[in-house]
């Protein structure tokens, strides 16, 4: 019993190591004032795996860094949307 816990330990250890923090850059084009940023970023800031997110309204996008085992662009989408903000995937050029 002991080593199957070691086992479930180290592999949930090697799980967390292999996690890789990801930043993605969502379009917000229904953001029009300077309170909008901040709705942006506390419903993002409350995603679960998020790490770190920056919203500017001069851009109309925010910066989201977070963990791609934790959450995904889908529910950051869904996160803003939910907030009043729609929001997409920005595209690399
Ligand atoms: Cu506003």
């Known amino acids: 019993m002991k ?10 250890t090697s799980f967390t190591a292999l996690a890789k923090p990801q930043t993605i850059t ?11 940023p901040i709705t942006v970023k506390m419903a993002l800031d409350k995603v679960e795996g998020v790490i770190e997110s920056a919203v500017t309204l001069d851009s ?7 963990e791609d085992t934790q959450t995904s662009v889908v529910a950051l989408v869904q996160a803003t949307t939910n907030a009043g903000y729609i929001s997409t995937l920005k595209q690399e050029k």
Not at 26 to 36: E, G
Not at 60 to 66: H, I, L, N, P
């Open 26 to 36: 969502l379009d917000l084009p229904t953001m029009d004032c300077a309170m909008c």
């Open 60 to 66: 109309k996008s925010a910066v989201v860094t977070f």
């Open 3 to 12: 080593k199957i816990m070691f086992t479930i330990l180290l592999a949930l």
